[in-house]
């Protein structure tokens, strides 16, 4: 018996068969793990190549490696893609659930639902990794320099694509770790609807509801979405001495909307709206702290946009926006010694960027960039402050025989921190075979926050911007959907931020540095569609005599998703494995011991118009941390429900 299904891009038919294993090889150390890549990279080429050849492959394409569309195979720095095809397939709430399977990324949480998520990309995390929604840095300009990625759902984001590495040269500053591109869902021709209901364990409940279509020459799109749940009590009282341990609630409302105009072929003009509505509880702990307190959070992120995309030439496409970005953070604590606070950070952005195909192979991109960044506090913990940042950028992409380039400058001047030149030159060599070898250099910097220079007590208006390079050498196999990549990479970073005790301070006292081996591969094989990655990396302090490893990241991750259809429902199941990592304690370092979860999906079709979808989250119920004193969520498990009416 054959069928057809679709998913992750792929449409295969398949027969029943007998059931078949997966086996782990043990996780090796980079030095033993790098005479392993080439013959891993072939068995994979020759399984693929066995794959029924019924199989019809759909290459993925992405936009961030060069800023317009190519196969993922042509990229080359290295880059992950989540489409909206697998969001809703692996059940994922939150954008925070998705990002941890991604090779290279580590999340830590430092509590429940919606409370503070740090992403490190290959160690590097914080205000070192850049986070774009639609093109818009999200980075707020306060104290932490993060982008509050724990207020993201999932029911209005259309894709991810995650930039490993140094890519200052293409986006600016903030990109030494990498980049993390957030798309929210856009209209399409023909009317669309859908009305999504999930629910499940702690009292966990999600109702969503999306509609776009065209009418003449405009396209319109519309959703909203409400998730609450009770939340878990993360804080673990045995750790952290006089905490207030009681369940942590959440609730998000996230609202999204566009309209584009088509004026004629090749000329539209676009606005687009997204707001995104957090509330929380949280635990706290110490001195000041009693088992009776109620500490409430509060997270609001708007964009508003203004876009024109125009086909000047047949050769020559350019793209306006205006945007301004803000997010608002306010914090209560209800106690015997009470305190509240509310602060806003703005960007302010103009880009105009151009793509021109210069002929034989060869793509141009240019532009400009113009940001007024600001931070304002309601409650004066932090002074009103405001610097803006200007930028020039091109790059230059094709082929000359067998042999890819890509370059990549750009020139920032930044309020209070000059001229900073960035490069990124990056080189790839078709062997033949579906083989191809890359290699890229690259520089970068980082410009503090606001709040880092200008925050009372522990700010510092002298802190010079963070500097790093890169480099990085891969094999890369890639045949229809299938790419199979192995990278060996290293960045350096100087004048790295730290708060120095010794002033009070934050100061350019550190320098750090990140090298690894990364081994990702994506495709299908006889049926199965896989994900899968390994990083084995050491992220470590040059700035201490004995190098230790930065506090709280692993040295080895892992994560392997794979899925099958079976009669009309599509199975998968997603492992997450992370080694062990040291924090702070109250009396000193401890070390976080590794762990492994287990996560299980399925759908399928009721009728038509109706489908289903369950997840398993944390299967065997590991119990974990990522932040020392506070607990991750147990076995969980969500039911949904989603009508798409005929329109």
């Not at 057809?4 to 030095?31: D, E, M, W």
Request: glycine fraction near 10%; proline fraction near 4%; hydrophobic fraction near 35%.
């Amino acid at each position: 018996m054959s069928q057809q299904f679709t998913h992750n891009g792929v449409r295969t038919s398949y027969r029943r068969s007998h059931a078949s294993a997966l086996s782990c090889a043990a996780i090796k150390p980079v030095a033993r793990a790098t005479c392993v890549v080439a013959l891993g990279l072939t068995a994979l080429h020759a399984q693929a190549q066995s794959a029924p050849a019924e199989a019809t492959a759909l290459p993925p394409v992405v936009v961030s490696a060069t800023g317009y569309p190519q196969p993922l195979a042509s990229a080359l720095p290295s880059v992950s893609v989540i489409t909206r095809e697998q969001i809703e397939q692996s059940g994922a709430q939150n954008l925070v659930t998705l990002l941890q399977q991604v090779a290279g990324v580590q999340v830590t949480n430092s509590g429940g639902p919606g409370q503070p998520s740090n992403v490190f990309v290959r160690g590097f995390g914080g205000a070192d990794v850049l986070v774009l929604l639609d093109g818009v840095p999200m980075n707020a300009q306060d104290a932490t320099g993060t982008s509050y990625l724990n207020n993201f759902t999932t029911d209005q984001i259309q894709r991810v694509e995650i930039i490993r590495g140094n890519v200052s040269a293409i986006y600016g500053s903030g990109a030494i770790g990498g980049v993390v591109l957030i798309t929210t869902r856009k209209g399409s021709k023909k009317p669309e609807a859908s009305v999504s209901v999930t629910a499940g364990s702690r009292h966990t409940a999600t109702v969503s509801a999306n509609a776009s279509g065209q009418i003449g020459n405009t396209a319109l799109q519309a959703g909203i979405s409400r998730s609450t749940t009770q939340g878990i009590s993360a804080i673990n009282p045995a750790q952290l001495s006089q905490a207030n341990p009681n369940t942590n609630g959440y609730g998000n409302t996230t609202m999204n909307g566009s309209i584009v105009q088509t004026l004629a072929p090749g000329q539209s003009l676009g606005l687009r709206a997204f707001s995104s509505q957090g509330r929380a509880s949280y635990d706290s702990y110490g001195a000041y702290a009693s088992p009776t307190d109620t500490n409430l959070s509060s997270t609001t992120q708007d964009l508003y946009q203004i876009f024109s995309d125009n086909q000047v030439t047949s050769a020559w496409k350019s793209h306006v926006s205006v945007s301004q970005q803000s997010t608002t953070n306010t914090t209560e604590n209800f106690s015997a010694f009470p305190y509240s606070a509310t602060y806003r950070t703005r960007i302010e952005q103009g880009l105009w960027r151009n793509v021109m195909q210069l002929g034989a192979g060869w793509t141009a991109t240019a532009g400009l960039e113009f940001q007024r960044q600001s931070v304002h506090s309601i409650t004066a913990s932090i002074p009103d402050e405001q610097r803006d940042a200007r930028a020039v950028f091109a790059g230059v992409n094709g082929r000359i025989g067998s042999n890819e380039i890509q370059l990549n400058l750009r020139h920032d001047a930044i309020d209070g921190y000059g001229g900073q030149n960035t490069g990124y030159l990056g080189y790839g060599r078709e062997l033949g075979g579906g083989f191809k070898a890359i290699a890229s250099y690259s520089t970068a910097f980082n410009a503090a926050p606001l709040g880092y220079l200008y925050a009372p007590f522990y700010g510092n208006p002298d802190l010079k911007p963070e500097k790093a390079h890169s480099a990085e050498a891969g094999l890369q196999w890639s045949q229809g959907v299938n790419v199979l990549r192995a990278t060996l990479f290293q960045t350096k970073m100087t004048d790295k931020w730290q708060y120095d005790f010794t002033s009070s301070t934050f100061q350019n006292i550190a320098s750090s540095s990140t090298r690894g081996l990364e081994l990702s591969g994506r495709g299908a094989w006889r049926g199965w569609v896989y994900d899968a990655n390994l990083t084995l990396q050491q992220p470590v302090d040059t700035s201490q005599p004995d190098e230790p490893t930065l506090q709280r990241q692993a040295r080895s991750l892992a994560n392997i998703s794979i899925s099958r259809a079976f009669a009309s429902v599509l199975y998968g199941a997603t492992v997450h494995y992370s080694g062990p990592r040291w924090d702070s304690g109250p009396t000193g370092q401890v070390t976080l011991g590794g762990y492994t979860t287990v996560d299980l999906n399925a759908s399928g079709a009721l009728s038509k118009n109706w489908r289903w979808n369950a997840r398993v989250q944390n299967l065997f119920d590991k119990q974990y941390q990522t932040v020392y004193g506070y607990n991750r969520e147990p076995l969980g498990i969500f039911l949904g429900l989603t009508w798409r009416p005929a329109l």
